[in-house]
């Protein structure tokens, strides 16, 4: 039960970092595209 608790929280923290890194990294290609095109 431990076990499969740990691995549950592990789980969401991983998805949680992982949809934050894909928001950041959507975020800095959305930067870096469009500001040579204002520029």
Not at 3 to 32: E, P, R
Request: aromatic share 10%.
């Amino acid at each position: 039960m431990k076990k499969f608790l740990l691995g549950a929280v592990a789980a969401s923290v991983l998805a949680f970092s992982g949809n934050a890194m894909a928001n950041f990294v959507a975020g800095q290609d959305y930067q870096v595209v469009a500001k040579p095109v204002k520029v």
